[in-house]
């Protein structure tokens, strides 16, 4: 590793042992001139470029982002109750409302036995067995590579929060499936759909865990894949299976959606600035180009 020339604080003279106490530049490896040329990048914090400490004992939230998780939850609550006892009390019964029908019944009508495998796949995503599975797979190995609980709180904190919305809801809206033949049995009420709003919550709290922890195409590519199409995916197969009006999805994934953002806000609110963006993937990069 080339040791760069730092300047004594104290008689302003260059030091030329090598090393500065608490600073050393990290020149990523690559041209030096030209429009393609690395800027080299000032390490003030020696320690983010060694491997994550364990950090157990830090708490993901403070009491202003608990306090914001609560407002969401009553907020969110609220507004859905309020927008499903219009859709259940006018819209339902309106021209509008039966337009939202005729898209399940136009789906109805063009069922075959390869979409009928698919969406059924695509459904069973967000099943609670699987949901399950997920948080038993994906919640150890994220502890084991970040060593704290901010990124595992974004992603399965946010499904507390989108359960609770979702079920409260549930308890006073009763809206009434699709007048179209169920693929599937269920014992809670259309309005809103709580495979879909669970999905959304899980891949976009991924891909946001992902694109908090790197600047990588390939790992930021698919972070935007998880998010766009693990909604979308559900929100089909729900729908075409008789399960859901395009209302009932559109209102999961907002609160998946919002269940997120707001997770997102509260976590951050603990982080210092350099722990985010992919800042410690891009200092480990840099300082393997050194060795």
């Excluded at 590793?1 to 260059?14: E, F, K, Q």
């Excluded at 060694?50 to 004992?57: F, N, Q, S, V, Y």
């Excluded at 999905?199 to 590519?221: D, E, N, Y």
Aim: aromatic share 8%.
């Amino acid at each position: 590793m080339t040791n760069t020339l730092h300047t004594d604080p104290d008689s302003g003279h260059p030091d030329h042992t090598g090393a500065a106490p608490s600073t050393r530049t990290i020149r990523p490896p690559g041209p030096t001139t030209g429009p393609n040329r690395h800027t080299a990048v000032l390490v003030d914090r020696p320690e983010l470029v060694e491997p994550p400490a364990i950090r157990w004992r830090e708490s993901p939230i403070d009491r202003t982002g608990l306090g914001m998780i609560v407002a969401t939850y009553v907020a969110m609550t609220g507004v859905m109750i309020a927008i499903g006892t219009v859709i259940v009390e006018w819209w339902d019964t309106s021209a509008l409302g039966e337009a939202d029908a005729d898209v399940n019944r136009w789906i109805e009508s063009h069922r075959t036995g390869w979409l009928t495998t698919v969406s059924e796949h695509m459904s069973a995503i967000s099943d609670t067995d699987h949901k399950i599975l997920y948080g038993v797979v994906a919640a150890p190995l994220m502890l084991w590579l970040f060593r704290r609980w901010h990124e595992w709180t974004i992603v399965f904190g946010g499904l507390f929060l989108e359960v609770s919305i979702f079920m409260s809801t549930q308890l006073v809206v009763g809206r009434e499936r699709p007048p179209v033949e169920m693929l599937e049995q269920s014992h809670t009420s259309s309005f809103p759909s709580g495979h879909i709003a669970a999905a959304t919550t899980f891949f976009v709290g991924l891909g946001v865990v992902i694109l908090m922890r790197t600047h990588r195409t390939a790992p930021r590519v698919t972070a935007w894949v998880l998010m766009i199409a693990g909604p979308l995916a559900v929100a089909w197969g729900r729908v075409y299976m008789g399960m859901h009006y395009v209302t009932d999805a559109v209102a999961g994934m907002t609160i998946g959606v919002v269940v997120v953002a707001v997770m997102y806000r509260a976590v951050m609110r603990t982080l210092p600035p350099d722990e985010c963006a992919g800042r410690h993937d891009e200092l480990v990069a840099a300082a393997k180009g050194l060795s």
